[in-house]
């Protein structure tokens, strides 16, 4: 059964390790992120986009060692090795769940950052139905970004018109709209995932709670968590 969904950014920056002189700028955001992932059970199923849909097992380490700095991440307890490969979701999700709560264990699925928004939905409304089959409360964490061109800084470059796009869409992740998540722009780097989660909730009302909205660097964060 679906306990409760937690919606954080894809943004390695909220690593303090990763944030250098700017950690302290960003603990706001780290803490709502954190605290959003802390509202999860302990079986977790991450959402986020990548280039290809993949699905990431609890038993693969990581490590943010291609964003700068070697630091380990685990999506579940008692697992070691060699870290592989893991998406960046993949490894905000494992960073989360080392603060948020240890002893929960975490699988990440992927979809293709191109799918058009009838696929996402209807991922959406498959993992929905798988998750309506657990007999063991799942949570689900949705790690993706807003848009990337809110400011000149931005890694995206400058596009005034993404200014009002962001914040329709920090509107719906607020209010809990399913529906406006259909509508997103293509600018909006995590469009897919928040498609996946219109179609995960779409059929149900939900209690929505915003912890943090802003857009460091020029790039769009929400964090909050959405309930049945």
């Not at 937690?6 to 390790?17: G, K, Q, Y």
């Amino acid at each position: 059964m679906l306990s409760a969904i937690a919606i954080v950014p894809s943004a390695p920056v909220m690593v303090p390790e990763l944030a250098a002189g700017a950690a302290e700028e960003l603990a706001d955001l780290r803490h709502a992120a954190i605290t959003a992932a802390g509202t999860l059970p302990h079986r977790w199923i991450a959402v986020g986009v990548d280039r290809t849909d993949a699905v990431v097992a609890p038993h693969r380490p990581g490590t943010f060692a291609g964003y700068g700095v070697d630091v380990r991440v685990t999506l579940a307890p008692d697992v070691d090795g060699e870290p592989a490969r893991l998406p960046l979701c993949g490894l905000i999700t494992g960073w989360l769940r080392g603060r948020a709560d240890p002893d929960a264990r975490a699988e990440v699925r992927v979809y293709a950052e191109d799918h058009g928004v009838d696929t996402a939905l209807a991922r959406g409304r498959a993992l929905r139905a798988e998750i309506d089959r657990a007999a063991e409360p799942v949570g689900v964490l949705v790690v993706a970004d807003g848009a990337h061109t809110l400011t000149p800084s931005a890694p995206g470059g400058y596009d005034p018109d993404s200014i009002p796009v962001q914040a329709a869409l920090d509107d719906a992740l607020a209010a809990g709209d399913a529906a406006a998540l259909t509508r997103l722009a293509e600018g909006v780097v995590g469009r897919v995932g928040y498609q996946v989660l219109a179609g995960l909730t779409e059929s149900n009302a939900v209690a929505a709670s915003e912890l943090y909205r802003g857009a460091p660097y020029g790039v769009g964060y929400f964090a909050g968590v959405w309930r049945a």
